[in-house]
Protein backbone atom coordinates (compact mmCIF):
# COMPACT_ATOMS: atom_id res chain seq x y z
CA UNK A 1 0.00 0.00 0.00
CA UNK A 2 1.48 3.40 -0.87
CA UNK A 3 -0.61 5.95 1.04
CA UNK A 4 1.65 9.39 0.58
CA UNK A 5 -0.74 11.13 3.52
CA UNK A 6 0.81 14.31 3.69
CA UNK A 7 0.69 14.89 0.07
CA UNK A 8 -2.69 13.58 -0.49
CA UNK A 9 -4.17 14.64 2.52
CA UNK A 10 -2.27 18.20 2.48
CA UNK A 11 -4.22 21.07 3.28
CA UNK A 12 -4.80 23.44 -0.43
CA UNK A 13 -2.33 25.92 1.24
CA UNK A 14 0.60 23.73 1.85
CA UNK A 15 -0.02 21.72 -1.56
CA UNK A 16 0.24 25.61 -3.08
CA UNK A 17 3.26 26.40 -1.71
CA UNK A 18 5.05 22.96 -2.89
CA UNK A 19 3.94 23.84 -6.33
CA UNK A 20 5.30 27.19 -6.26
CA UNK A 21 8.24 26.41 -5.13
CA UNK A 22 8.39 22.97 -7.86
CA UNK A 23 7.24 25.63 -10.77
CA UNK A 24 9.90 28.15 -10.17
CA UNK A 25 12.72 25.28 -10.14
CA UNK A 26 11.02 23.63 -13.25
CA UNK A 27 10.75 27.01 -15.26
CA UNK A 28 14.59 27.65 -14.31
CA UNK A 29 15.26 24.27 -15.46
CA UNK A 30 13.73 23.99 -19.08
CA UNK A 31 14.60 28.15 -19.89
CA UNK A 32 18.25 27.05 -19.52
CA UNK A 33 18.07 23.42 -20.59
CA UNK A 34 15.04 23.50 -23.72
CA UNK A 35 15.79 25.89 -26.40
CA UNK A 36 12.59 25.24 -27.76
CA UNK A 37 10.98 26.87 -24.39
CA UNK A 38 14.01 29.81 -24.06
CA UNK A 39 12.49 30.84 -27.50
CA UNK A 40 8.49 30.63 -26.53
CA UNK A 41 9.12 32.34 -23.65
CA UNK A 42 11.52 34.78 -25.50
CA UNK A 43 9.20 35.46 -27.76
CA UNK A 44 6.27 36.33 -25.00
CA UNK A 45 8.67 38.28 -23.13
CA UNK A 46 8.24 35.83 -19.98
CA UNK A 47 11.47 35.46 -18.02
CA UNK A 48 11.90 32.87 -15.34
CA UNK A 49 12.19 35.80 -12.38
CA UNK A 50 8.93 36.48 -13.33
CA UNK A 51 7.88 33.15 -12.13
CA UNK A 52 6.88 33.89 -8.16
CA UNK A 53 3.88 31.33 -7.62
CA UNK A 54 2.30 29.11 -8.90
CA UNK A 55 -0.84 32.06 -9.81
CA UNK A 56 2.03 32.99 -12.22
CA UNK A 57 1.54 30.07 -14.61
CA UNK A 58 -0.85 31.73 -16.98
CA UNK A 59 1.82 33.68 -17.73
CA UNK A 60 3.53 30.75 -19.78
CA UNK A 61 3.80 29.62 -22.93
CA UNK A 62 1.39 26.10 -24.06
CA UNK A 63 2.84 23.23 -25.29
CA UNK A 64 0.89 21.25 -28.19
CA UNK A 65 0.85 18.13 -29.58
CA UNK A 66 2.53 19.50 -32.76
CA UNK A 67 5.57 20.75 -30.60
CA UNK A 68 6.58 17.51 -29.60
CA UNK A 69 5.97 16.51 -33.34
CA UNK A 70 8.42 19.17 -34.77
CA UNK A 71 10.85 18.65 -32.10
CA UNK A 72 10.81 14.87 -32.75
CA UNK A 73 12.72 12.42 -31.43
CA UNK A 74 14.44 14.12 -28.24
CA UNK A 75 14.88 17.83 -28.98
CA UNK A 76 12.59 19.05 -26.42
CA UNK A 77 14.15 16.54 -23.66
CA UNK A 78 15.79 18.56 -20.85
CA UNK A 79 19.13 16.33 -19.72
CA UNK A 80 21.66 14.47 -22.04
CA UNK A 81 20.62 11.01 -23.42
CA UNK A 82 23.06 9.83 -20.74
CA UNK A 83 21.09 10.42 -18.29
CA UNK A 84 17.84 9.15 -20.07
CA UNK A 85 16.96 5.56 -18.92
CA UNK A 86 14.01 4.84 -20.72
CA UNK A 87 12.13 6.10 -23.83
CA UNK A 88 8.28 5.51 -24.74
CA UNK A 89 6.50 6.45 -27.90
CA UNK A 90 3.16 7.22 -29.47
CA UNK A 91 1.87 5.01 -32.07
CA UNK A 92 2.07 8.11 -34.53
CA UNK A 93 -1.24 6.45 -36.37
CA UNK A 94 -0.39 9.85 -38.40
CA UNK A 95 2.84 11.17 -39.54
CA UNK A 96 6.06 10.92 -36.95
CA UNK A 97 5.19 9.69 -33.03
CA UNK A 98 5.72 11.69 -29.99
CA UNK A 99 8.54 10.33 -28.16
CA UNK A 100 9.40 11.17 -24.16
CA UNK A 101 11.94 10.06 -21.65
CA UNK A 102 12.27 9.37 -18.60
CA UNK A 103 15.28 9.51 -15.90
CA UNK A 104 15.69 7.52 -12.96
CA UNK A 105 14.14 10.05 -11.33
CA UNK A 106 11.44 10.06 -13.32
CA UNK A 107 10.69 6.31 -13.16
CA UNK A 108 10.65 6.67 -9.24
CA UNK A 109 8.01 8.78 -9.37
CA UNK A 110 5.87 7.36 -12.22
CA UNK A 111 6.25 4.01 -9.67
CA UNK A 112 4.78 6.06 -6.50
CA UNK A 113 2.14 7.69 -8.64
CA UNK A 114 0.77 4.55 -9.74
CA UNK A 115 1.14 3.11 -7.03
CA UNK A 116 -1.03 5.32 -5.24
CA UNK A 117 -3.41 4.82 -7.98
CA UNK A 118 -3.62 1.19 -7.07
CA UNK A 119 -3.98 2.40 -3.62
CA UNK A 120 -7.06 4.08 -4.35
CA UNK A 121 -8.62 0.89 -5.78
CA UNK A 122 -7.71 -0.94 -2.82
CA UNK A 123 -5.30 -3.68 -4.04
CA UNK A 124 -2.47 -4.47 -1.66
CA UNK A 125 0.55 -6.91 -1.90
CA UNK A 126 -1.90 -9.43 -1.25
CA UNK A 127 -2.95 -9.13 -4.68
CA UNK A 128 -2.19 -10.88 -8.03
CA UNK A 129 -2.41 -8.58 -10.84
CA UNK A 130 -2.80 -9.57 -14.75
CA UNK A 131 -1.78 -6.59 -16.50
CA UNK A 132 -3.14 -6.56 -19.57
CA UNK A 133 -2.55 -3.06 -21.10
CA UNK A 134 -0.03 -3.49 -24.28
CA UNK A 135 3.88 -3.74 -23.28
CA UNK A 136 5.82 -1.72 -25.36
CA UNK A 137 6.65 1.61 -27.01
CA UNK A 138 2.55 2.11 -25.37
CA UNK A 139 3.20 3.47 -21.55
CA UNK A 140 0.31 1.23 -20.77
CA UNK A 141 2.14 -2.13 -19.14
CA UNK A 142 5.05 -0.87 -18.45
CA UNK A 143 3.87 1.81 -16.37
CA UNK A 144 1.00 -0.16 -14.11
CA UNK A 145 3.63 -2.96 -13.88
CA UNK A 146 6.27 -0.94 -11.90
CA UNK A 147 3.51 1.02 -9.24
CA UNK A 148 2.28 -2.72 -8.86
CA UNK A 149 5.54 -4.04 -8.23
CA UNK A 150 6.26 -1.16 -5.80
CA UNK A 151 3.06 -1.98 -4.09
CA UNK A 152 4.46 -5.69 -3.59
CA UNK A 153 1.19 -7.27 -5.90
CA UNK A 154 2.14 -10.38 -7.57
CA UNK A 155 2.14 -9.28 -11.60
CA UNK A 156 1.40 -11.20 -14.51
CA UNK A 157 2.91 -9.45 -17.40
CA UNK A 158 0.61 -11.24 -19.62
CA UNK A 159 0.46 -7.77 -21.94
CA UNK A 160 -2.91 -7.02 -24.85
CA UNK A 161 -4.17 -9.93 -26.95
CA UNK A 162 -4.49 -13.34 -26.68
CA UNK A 163 -7.93 -13.50 -25.07
CA UNK A 164 -8.67 -17.34 -24.33
CA UNK A 165 -4.96 -17.14 -22.60
CA UNK A 166 -6.17 -14.00 -20.54
CA UNK A 167 -8.85 -16.39 -19.38
CA UNK A 168 -7.24 -19.61 -18.92
CA UNK A 169 -4.49 -17.46 -16.57
CA UNK A 170 -6.68 -15.96 -14.92
CA UNK A 171 -8.55 -19.07 -13.60
CA UNK A 172 -5.05 -20.90 -13.00
CA UNK A 173 -2.97 -17.95 -11.23
CA UNK A 174 -6.33 -16.86 -9.16
CA UNK A 175 -5.27 -12.78 -10.81
CA UNK A 176 -7.51 -10.73 -8.02
CA UNK A 177 -6.58 -7.21 -10.19
CA UNK A 178 -7.09 -7.19 -14.19
CA UNK A 179 -5.84 -3.75 -15.50
CA UNK A 180 -6.69 -3.26 -19.05
CA UNK A 181 -8.84 -1.05 -21.26
CA UNK A 182 -12.64 -1.00 -20.36
CA UNK A 183 -13.52 -2.40 -23.94
CA UNK A 184 -10.80 -5.47 -23.48
CA UNK A 185 -13.00 -5.76 -20.17
CA UNK A 186 -15.73 -5.87 -21.53
CA UNK A 187 -14.65 -8.49 -24.64
CA UNK A 188 -12.75 -10.83 -21.79
CA UNK A 189 -16.09 -10.95 -20.00
CA UNK A 190 -18.01 -12.10 -23.19
CA UNK A 191 -15.52 -14.49 -23.75
CA UNK A 192 -15.67 -16.54 -20.51
CA UNK A 193 -18.70 -18.43 -21.62
CA UNK A 194 -17.82 -19.39 -24.91
CA UNK A 195 -13.80 -20.53 -23.51
CA UNK A 196 -15.45 -22.45 -21.47
CA UNK A 197 -14.35 -20.91 -17.90
CA UNK A 198 -17.14 -18.96 -15.83
CA UNK A 199 -16.99 -16.61 -13.05
CA UNK A 200 -16.95 -19.10 -10.29
CA UNK A 201 -13.34 -19.62 -11.56
CA UNK A 202 -11.97 -16.63 -11.24
CA UNK A 203 -11.13 -15.07 -8.43
CA UNK A 204 -11.35 -11.56 -9.94
CA UNK A 205 -12.25 -8.18 -6.87
CA UNK A 206 -10.93 -5.37 -8.56
CA UNK A 207 -10.82 -3.74 -12.45
CA UNK A 208 -8.24 -0.68 -12.96
CA UNK A 209 -9.30 0.59 -16.73
CA UNK A 210 -8.05 3.21 -18.62
CA UNK A 211 -6.26 4.88 -21.81
CA UNK A 212 -9.68 5.83 -22.87
CA UNK A 213 -12.86 7.33 -22.49
CA UNK A 214 -15.67 5.51 -21.00
CA UNK A 215 -18.95 6.07 -19.38
CA UNK A 216 -20.19 6.08 -15.25
CA UNK A 217 -22.60 3.42 -17.16
CA UNK A 218 -19.94 1.53 -18.42
CA UNK A 219 -18.09 1.53 -15.50
CA UNK A 220 -21.36 -0.10 -13.93
CA UNK A 221 -21.78 -2.55 -16.38
CA UNK A 222 -18.06 -4.22 -16.20
CA UNK A 223 -18.58 -4.37 -12.14
CA UNK A 224 -22.38 -6.13 -12.76
CA UNK A 225 -20.25 -8.48 -15.46
CA UNK A 226 -17.49 -9.14 -13.60
CA UNK A 227 -18.46 -8.77 -9.88
CA UNK A 228 -16.03 -6.62 -9.11
CA UNK A 229 -14.97 -3.01 -7.85
CA UNK A 230 -13.77 -1.27 -11.02
CA UNK A 231 -11.91 2.21 -11.46
CA UNK A 232 -11.22 4.46 -13.59
CA UNK A 233 -7.46 5.38 -14.08
CA UNK A 234 -5.77 8.12 -16.72
CA UNK A 235 -2.93 9.02 -17.75
CA UNK A 236 -1.35 10.09 -20.71
CA UNK A 237 2.20 9.53 -22.32
CA UNK A 238 3.35 13.08 -22.91
CA UNK A 239 2.75 13.43 -19.04
CA UNK A 240 3.69 10.48 -17.20
CA UNK A 241 1.69 7.78 -18.52
CA UNK A 242 -0.82 5.99 -16.82
CA UNK A 243 -0.97 7.12 -13.07
CA UNK A 244 -1.99 11.15 -13.55
CA UNK A 245 -4.98 10.33 -11.58
CA UNK A 246 -7.71 7.92 -10.25
CA UNK A 247 -10.80 7.95 -8.87
CA UNK A 248 -11.00 6.40 -5.42
CA UNK A 249 -14.05 4.27 -3.95
CA UNK A 250 -16.73 7.41 -3.82
CA UNK A 251 -16.02 7.84 -7.70
CA UNK A 252 -16.81 11.13 -7.71
CA UNK A 253 -13.66 12.11 -9.66
CA UNK A 254 -10.40 11.20 -10.32
CA UNK A 255 -7.45 12.40 -8.01
CA UNK A 256 -5.25 13.94 -10.10
CA UNK A 257 -1.55 13.98 -8.16
CA UNK A 258 -1.09 17.38 -8.79
CA UNK A 259 2.35 17.41 -6.64
CA UNK A 260 3.77 16.34 -9.72
CA UNK A 261 0.81 17.07 -12.53
CA UNK A 262 -0.60 20.88 -12.09
CA UNK A 263 -4.01 21.29 -13.93
CA UNK A 264 -5.80 23.90 -15.14
CA UNK A 265 -8.92 24.01 -17.56
CA UNK A 266 -9.25 26.18 -20.20
CA UNK A 267 -11.24 27.36 -23.16
CA UNK A 268 -11.09 25.10 -25.87
CA UNK A 269 -11.44 28.26 -28.17
CA UNK A 270 -9.92 30.99 -26.01
CA UNK A 271 -7.19 29.31 -24.68
CA UNK A 272 -8.35 31.17 -21.48
CA UNK A 273 -7.62 29.57 -17.85
CA UNK A 274 -11.24 28.63 -16.41
CA UNK A 275 -12.24 28.84 -13.00
CA UNK A 276 -13.14 25.35 -11.30
CA UNK A 277 -16.38 23.47 -12.28
CA UNK A 278 -16.45 25.08 -15.70
CA UNK A 279 -15.98 22.38 -18.85
CA UNK A 280 -12.54 22.91 -20.90
CA UNK A 281 -9.70 21.47 -22.05
CA UNK A 282 -7.37 19.49 -19.50
CA UNK A 283 -3.71 21.23 -19.38
CA UNK A 284 -0.89 19.83 -17.06
CA UNK A 285 2.34 21.31 -16.28
CA UNK A 286 5.09 18.49 -14.88
CA UNK A 287 6.10 20.05 -11.90
CA UNK A 288 8.96 17.70 -11.00
CA UNK A 289 9.82 15.66 -14.66
CA UNK A 290 13.24 15.71 -15.81
CA UNK A 291 13.69 13.61 -18.96
CA UNK A 292 10.92 15.92 -20.73
CA UNK A 293 9.29 18.77 -18.91
CA UNK A 294 5.94 20.51 -20.34
CA UNK A 295 4.67 23.83 -19.65
CA UNK A 296 0.72 23.99 -19.70
CA UNK A 297 0.53 20.98 -21.96
CA UNK A 298 -2.84 21.01 -23.48
CA UNK A 299 -4.00 17.17 -23.15
CA UNK A 300 -7.31 18.43 -25.46
CA UNK A 301 -9.08 16.10 -22.79
CA UNK A 302 -12.28 17.55 -21.91
CA UNK A 303 -13.33 17.72 -18.05
CA UNK A 304 -13.72 20.22 -15.47
CA UNK A 305 -11.88 20.33 -11.35
CA UNK A 306 -13.32 20.32 -8.32
CA UNK A 307 -11.11 21.01 -5.33
CA UNK A 308 -13.54 20.55 -2.41
CA UNK A 309 -12.37 17.86 0.02
CA UNK A 310 -13.49 14.12 -0.64
CA UNK A 311 -15.64 11.62 1.23
CA UNK A 312 -12.32 9.63 1.32
CA UNK A 313 -10.49 12.10 2.75
CA UNK A 314 -8.22 13.06 0.25
CA UNK A 315 -7.80 17.15 -0.53
CA UNK A 316 -6.09 16.18 -3.83
CA UNK A 317 -8.26 17.94 -6.97
CA UNK A 318 -10.44 15.72 -8.34
CA UNK A 319 -11.19 16.23 -12.31
CA UNK A 320 -14.18 14.85 -13.63
CA UNK A 321 -14.01 11.53 -15.29
CA UNK A 322 -13.77 12.21 -19.16
CA UNK A 323 -16.06 11.41 -21.83
CA UNK A 324 -14.70 13.04 -25.00
CA UNK A 325 -11.23 15.07 -26.35
CA UNK A 326 -12.30 18.47 -28.04
CA UNK A 327 -10.85 16.69 -31.18
CA UNK A 328 -12.85 13.61 -31.06
CA UNK A 329 -16.10 15.36 -31.25
CA UNK A 330 -18.19 15.02 -34.10
CA UNK A 331 -20.10 17.50 -35.47
CA UNK A 332 -23.42 16.19 -37.26
CA UNK A 333 -26.04 18.71 -39.11
CA UNK A 334 -24.44 21.35 -36.53
CA UNK A 335 -25.22 19.04 -33.91
CA UNK A 336 -21.85 18.43 -31.21
CA UNK A 337 -21.34 14.41 -30.53
CA UNK A 338 -19.18 12.47 -28.12
CA UNK A 339 -19.36 8.85 -28.62
CA UNK A 340 -19.57 8.06 -25.04
CA UNK A 341 -22.83 10.21 -25.02
CA UNK A 342 -24.09 7.05 -27.43
CA UNK A 343 -22.72 4.72 -25.09
CA UNK A 344 -24.45 6.47 -22.23
CA UNK A 345 -28.08 5.91 -23.50
CA UNK A 346 -27.45 2.31 -25.12
CA UNK A 347 -26.20 1.33 -21.63
CA UNK A 348 -28.87 3.14 -19.76
CA UNK A 349 -31.68 1.18 -21.98
CA UNK A 350 -29.93 -1.87 -20.97
CA UNK A 351 -31.77 -3.67 -23.90
CA UNK A 352 -28.35 -4.57 -26.24
CA UNK A 353 -25.30 -5.57 -25.67
CA UNK A 354 -22.47 -2.51 -25.13
CA UNK A 355 -20.72 -3.12 -28.28
CA UNK A 356 -21.12 -0.51 -30.88
CA UNK A 357 -19.80 1.85 -33.98
CA UNK A 358 -20.61 4.85 -35.16
CA UNK A 359 -20.51 5.70 -39.06
CA UNK A 360 -20.21 8.97 -40.06
CA UNK A 361 -21.19 10.13 -43.85
CA UNK A 362 -21.96 12.49 -46.08
CA UNK A 363 -24.99 12.05 -48.34
CA UNK A 364 -26.12 14.77 -50.74
CA UNK A 365 -24.62 17.30 -49.00
CA UNK A 366 -25.58 16.00 -45.79
CA UNK A 367 -24.28 14.24 -42.70
CA UNK A 368 -25.54 10.83 -41.86
CA UNK A 369 -24.98 9.06 -38.29
CA UNK A 370 -25.82 5.05 -38.52
CA UNK A 371 -25.33 3.26 -35.31
CA UNK A 372 -24.77 -0.46 -35.48
CA UNK A 373 -25.18 -2.23 -31.77
CA UNK A 374 -24.94 -5.47 -31.09
CA UNK A 375 -27.69 -7.85 -30.23
CA UNK A 376 -27.20 -9.99 -26.57
CA UNK A 377 -27.19 -13.46 -27.22
CA UNK A 378 -30.51 -13.63 -25.24
CA UNK A 379 -32.39 -11.51 -28.06
CA UNK A 380 -31.50 -13.49 -31.58
CA UNK A 381 -34.90 -15.24 -30.38
CA UNK A 382 -36.97 -12.29 -30.86
CA UNK A 383 -38.98 -12.04 -33.86
CA UNK A 384 -38.08 -9.66 -37.00
CA UNK A 385 -41.38 -7.33 -35.05
CA UNK A 386 -39.32 -7.29 -31.93
CA UNK A 387 -36.34 -6.48 -33.05
CA UNK A 388 -37.77 -3.32 -35.26
CA UNK A 389 -39.39 -2.12 -32.61
CA UNK A 390 -36.06 -2.23 -30.55
CA UNK A 391 -34.38 -0.52 -33.23
CA UNK A 392 -37.26 2.41 -32.98
CA UNK A 393 -37.04 2.97 -29.31
CA UNK A 394 -33.18 3.02 -29.23
CA UNK A 395 -33.74 5.67 -32.03
CA UNK A 396 -36.32 7.80 -29.91
CA UNK A 397 -33.59 7.68 -26.73
CA UNK A 398 -31.04 8.79 -28.93
CA UNK A 399 -32.81 11.25 -30.94
CA UNK A 400 -34.28 12.95 -27.04
CA UNK A 401 -30.68 13.00 -25.51
CA UNK A 402 -28.91 14.34 -28.45
CA UNK A 403 -31.30 15.67 -30.64
CA UNK A 404 -30.35 14.00 -33.83
CA UNK A 405 -31.74 11.10 -35.64
CA UNK A 406 -29.31 8.26 -35.59
CA UNK A 407 -30.11 5.84 -38.05
CA UNK A 408 -29.80 2.04 -35.89
CA UNK A 409 -28.92 -1.07 -36.89
CA UNK A 410 -28.88 -4.14 -34.74
CA UNK A 411 -26.49 -6.69 -35.52
CA UNK A 412 -26.02 -9.94 -34.85
CA UNK A 413 -23.65 -10.78 -31.68
CA UNK A 414 -19.60 -10.51 -32.14
CA UNK A 415 -20.02 -8.93 -35.54
CA UNK A 416 -18.13 -5.77 -34.75
CA UNK A 417 -14.29 -5.89 -34.10
CA UNK A 418 -13.22 -5.98 -31.12
CA UNK A 419 -9.99 -4.19 -29.55
CA UNK A 420 -7.34 -5.32 -27.71
CA UNK A 421 -6.05 -2.14 -27.08
CA UNK A 422 -7.77 1.35 -27.38
CA UNK A 423 -11.44 0.86 -28.93
CA UNK A 424 -12.16 2.97 -31.92
CA UNK A 425 -15.96 3.93 -31.66
CA UNK A 426 -15.90 6.02 -34.68
CA UNK A 427 -16.05 5.29 -38.77
CA UNK A 428 -15.78 8.82 -39.95
CA UNK A 429 -16.56 8.54 -44.30
CA UNK A 430 -16.45 11.90 -44.61
CA UNK A 431 -12.90 12.17 -44.26
CA UNK A 432 -11.80 9.87 -46.76
O1 LIG B 1 -3.35 5.89 -22.63
C1 LIG B 1 -1.82 6.08 -20.77
C2 LIG B 1 -2.64 5.14 -19.99
C3 LIG B 1 -2.37 3.78 -20.02
C4 LIG B 1 -3.67 5.59 -19.17
C5 LIG B 1 -3.10 2.90 -19.27
C6 LIG B 1 -4.41 4.72 -18.40
C7 LIG B 1 -4.13 3.37 -18.45
P1 LIG B 1 -1.66 7.67 -24.35
O2 LIG B 1 -1.60 6.49 -25.25
O3 LIG B 1 -0.66 8.75 -24.54
O4 LIG B 1 -1.52 7.23 -22.86
O5 LIG B 1 -3.13 8.26 -24.51
C8 LIG B 1 -3.55 9.32 -23.71
O6 LIG B 1 -5.85 8.55 -23.77
O7 LIG B 1 -5.14 12.03 -23.52
C9 LIG B 1 -7.01 10.48 -23.16
O8 LIG B 1 -7.56 11.02 -24.34
C10 LIG B 1 -7.08 8.97 -23.20
N1 LIG B 1 -7.21 8.43 -21.86
C11 LIG B 1 -6.27 7.88 -21.07
N2 LIG B 1 -6.81 7.45 -19.89
C12 LIG B 1 -8.14 7.76 -19.95
C13 LIG B 1 -9.23 7.59 -19.07
C14 LIG B 1 -2.33 6.37 -22.18
N3 LIG B 1 -9.11 6.99 -17.90
C15 LIG B 1 -4.99 9.67 -24.01
N4 LIG B 1 -10.43 8.09 -19.46
C16 LIG B 1 -5.51 10.74 -23.09
C17 LIG B 1 -10.60 8.69 -20.64
C18 LIG B 1 -8.38 8.39 -21.20
N5 LIG B 1 -9.59 8.85 -21.54
Given at each position: MIWNKEIECSSRQAMRDLQSERLKLLVDRVYANVPFYKKRMDEIG??????????????LPFTYKSDLRDNYPFNLFAVPMKEIVRVHAS?????KPTTVGYTKNDIENWREVVARCLTQCGVSADDIMQVSYGYGLFTGGLGVHYGAETIGCSVIPISGGNTRRQLQLMSDFGSTVLACTPSYALHLADALSESGYSLEDMKLKVGVFGAEPWTENMRLELEKKWGIKAFDIYGLSEIMGPGVANDCSAHTGLHIHEDHFFPEIVDPNTKEALEDGNEGELVFTTLTKEGIPLLRYNTRDLSTLNRDTCACGRTLVRMKKITGRSDDMLIIRGVNLFPSQIEHVLLEMG????HYMLYVDKVNNLDTLELKVELD???????IRDLQNLSRKIEHALNSAVGLHVKVSLVEPKTIARSEGKAVRVIDMRKK
Open positions: VKPSDILSIDDIVKSGTTGETSAESQMTDT
